[in-house]
Each structure stands twice: as C-alpha cells, then as structure tokens.
C-alpha cells in the first residue's frame, strides 16, 4: 500500500493554531436554563446525518453514513466551562456536557439554545424527546417530561421495540410522552456476572461482556439469554455490531468475531506487537473495522474475513482513545504529549490525523490533542466533526491531561471556510480565520 508522507505543519499556522484558544475573545453567551430563541441553522440536505448516542448508534459503529471534512478548517469555537463528555448530534443541535450541566448548541453557529441542571447518558428517542439520564427530556428547550420510575436504568433506546433496555432491565415505551413500564428484570439471573454496558444491541438482540470473560446474548424484547460462550479477555472496553457480527478487541491482542446469531467463532486477528492491546474501541463501516491499539498503530480490518487491510503508525497515544469514522474517512487520536516510547524514552508529541479509510492515505493532520481513551471527544454530524480538544503541553511531557483536563471549548470543523468579513474577523474581534493547516514553507 502506498502511504503519503506526513504533511508538514507551517510554523506560522501551527503557532496561531496552538495559541488561539489563550488570546480569543468569544461572544458572551446567556448562560441559564430558558430556552433562547436561537435555533439551529444547519442546512435541510445535512440534518438528516445525526450522532444520536456517545457512539453514534446503538450498533456502537461509531461511524456516519453522511459527508465528513477533508480538510481542517474551524468553523467555530464555543466556551463550555468544563466540557469533558462526548458530544452528540440531533435535531440540528450539538449536545455536550460539564460542570454539572447539559448544553444544546446551534451546530451551525455554537450558540448555546439551550442548558440545563444536570448530566447523565443522552440518547435521541424521537424527533421530539429525548433521554438525560433517567429524565426523559424535550429536545426543543430540554424541558423535563418525566422522571423513570424506582430502579429505572437503561443503556439502550431500542426504536424497534419501542424499549429501553440495558444487562439488567427491559422497559416498555410504546408512547415517550409517558414514564415506561417494566417488561422484565435479570437482576437474579446474572450467572455469569456482568461487567458493563460495553457490547452492542442490533436486530432484537443484547450483547452482554461479563466479568468472567463469556459473552451472552439475550432476547431484548423478553430478556432471555439465546446463547453464552467463553472469551479469553475482560470486557472492559467497547465492542463493535456490523453485517451480522459481534465483534471485539481484548486486552490479550486478539480480535474476534462471533456470528452474531449463534455465537460462533468466526475469525481471530492478532497484529503479534509488543505491548499490543486493543484499549479502545472498535468502529465499524465500509466493510471493515477500524481500531487503534496500545502498540501505537491504527488498524482496519476486513470484517468478513479478519485480514488486515491497512494500518498507519503514529507518535503514540499513552492510552489508546476512540475513533470515529464517516465520509470515507477515519479520524483520529495519534500522538500526544504525554506518552512515552517504552524502549528509547522519547516523547511524543500532540497529532490529530484524517486518513481514507479504505487505503490508509493520510489526507491531513492537526498538531491537537482530544481526550485519550477510554472517552470520546468528538463526533460526526451535518458533514462536520465536532470534537473537544485538551491542552496537550510540550512544556510537560509525560504529564497525563485526560478528560478532566480540557480547553472548556467545543470545536466544529468543517470542509467549508469563512469569510474574514471585517476588522479582525468578526463583530467579536476574534482575529481568527478558518482555513487548512497543512502549509509548507516555500
């Protein structure tokens, strides 16, 4: 395979780029729990590709069937005090979380249209309602509708079955505007012990990784379990549902994937790297499934036969973060400061990079850092990538800045360039442009 060559970073665009965020004024925004009159403006053609959970669907693809940038241009930057959470995308609206609040942000603009008390998993029920931990909230104004019963958890908003559904509990939603009923409860008959909500729900079915390396599925709609097989690692990181597969990347190197249907072993990849573990997540589209691993490369995966299609190597991440994948293309986490190379010692340093996703090419790379693994920072919608940066610092190396440390700013980047359209920019005077990164000096 033929790779392209890192593109060099032009020192003028690297230094505006790295300082921006310390020297930009942003417009003040209200801050309060009152809807605001602004409403998104994302375009009718584009509204229709949303990210509806932290992964982007219940498959756990982490992927987007719509456009994605092909190149880095900010579009704009919005002040979230605290933002750590994964950000999402529905409704024409960007939803992200910190300091103890739940924000809706225009994800044309980055205005804020809304915020409210509290945080929790967000999910998309319908055009009108969604989930913020065990409220059931409107999308419009995030206006609470109800509040679950007693023992109400779920991980799962199956539309299919008109269900929430997690390890431990089914519960009936025929109409959103109600509180749900219960359906079934399993929490007497977790034989193999359950290590958490890392596996997917696709087709009716549940997919449970326990604490004693098994996995189980089970009927969402009645809570019965269809199969159990042993595995040879924890279930402490992501799996990923594509073309009638379950399939999952262990801390002992080895990829699997079952037959989603029977639990058969379908095939097993191990890349034999030193210090090679699959710390992550996988994500899944176009055939294949994307992952990086502890042993500093990016992998894709020919889902049907397990063959390794390409792999591109980067600076090094201390702890593998997640990636995401749309327009043909997968982004991601590939170097950042705090990580060390365990046998020369050198650091490595802040590298964001989009590749194809079908060759391996590198189409561009950003001298940023989001939040390293086992959190997401970013997602695809409206043919953007919104993604929350962290202060990777070369003044200190091997200083570890994950989720609890971030920029408190929400990034859109798009394909598309703005106008610098007066003194300064814009009416804030924020002196900055959107442009790509990738300049040499000639």
């Known amino acids: 395979m033929s790779k392209k060559p890192i593109k060099q970073i032009g020192m003028l665009a690297l230094a505006l780029l790295l300082l921006s965020s310390a020297f930009i004024v942003f417009p003040s925004f209200t801050i309060n729990a009152n809807a605001q009159t602004t409403t998104s403006t994302i375009p009718s053609d584009l509204l229709q590709y949303e990210w509806t959970r932290d992964s982007s669907d219940n498959s756990l693809s982490f992927s987007s069937a719509g456009p994605a940038p092909d190149s880095f241009n900010i579009a704009w930057k919005a002040k979230i005090p605290g933002v750590s959470n994964a950000p999402m995308a529905f409704g024409g609206l960007v939803f992200v979380q910190g300091g103890g609040r739940t924000y809706a942000l225009n994800g044309a603009t980055g205005e804020i249209v809304w915020n409210i008390s509290g945080g929790g998993a967000l999910a998309k029920i319908d055009d009108t309602y969604m989930m913020k931990g065990t409220d059931c909230i409107k999308i419009s104004d995030g206006s609470t509708v109800w509040t679950g019963p007693p023992g109400f958890t779920w991980t799962f908003y199956a539309s299919d079955l008109k269900m929430l559904v997690c390890s431990r509990y089914g519960w009936n939603l025929p109409d959103p505007s109600q509180p749900p009923t219960l359906a079934w409860n399993r929490t007497g008959e977790t034989y193999y012990g359950i290590e958490g909500e890392r596996l997917p729900y696709a087709d009716g079915k549940l997919f449970i ?3 004693n390396n098994f996995v189980e599925c089970i009927n969402a709609k009645t809570g019965e379990t269809l199969w159990v097989i ?21 801390l002992d190197n080895n990829m699997y994937a079952w037959d989603a ?4 072993l379908l095939w097993t990849y191990n890349p034999g790297t030193w210090y090679g573990q699959w ?4 994500a899944s589209a176009y055939g294949l499934v994307f992952e990086h691993n502890q042993d500093t490369y990016l ?3 020919n889902a049907t036969t397990g063959q390794l299609v390409w792999k591109a190597k980067g600076p090094g991440v201390g702890y593998s973060g997640l990636i995401v ?10 170097g950042e400061y705090q990580y060390r190379d365990f046998e020369t010692g050198e650091y490595g340093h802040s590298e964001y990079n989009c590749y194809d ?7 561009w790379s950003a001298p940023i850092e989001t939040g390293g693994g086992p959190f997401l920072h970013e997602c695809i919608a409206y043919g953007n990538l919104y993604i929350i940066p962290i202060p990777g610092s070369p003044q200190k190396p091997g200083i570890w800045e994950y989720s609890s440390s971030s920029l408190d700013e929400v990034w859109c980047i798009s394909s598309q360039t703005k106008d610098w359209s007066m003194f300064l920019s814009d009416a804030a005077h924020t002196g900055e442009g959107a442009g790509p990164t990738d300049l040499a000096l000639k």
Not at 261 to 264: A, F, I, L, R, V
Not at 325 to 334: C, E, H, P, Q, T
Not at 357 to 363: K, V
């Open 261 to 264: 249907n029977t639990g058969k």
């Open 325 to 334: 994948v749309g327009g043909g293309k997968v982004y991601s986490l590939m």
């Open 230 to 250: 042993p595995a040879t690692s924890q279930f402490w990181y992501r799996g990923t549902y594509t073309e009638g597969k379950l399939i999952f990347g262990g």
């Open 299 to 301: 992998y894709a995966i």
């Open 279 to 282: 710390a992550s997540a996988a």
């Open 209 to 211: 990784g326990t604490t």
């Open 357 to 363: 996703a079908l060759t391996g090419d590198l189409i």
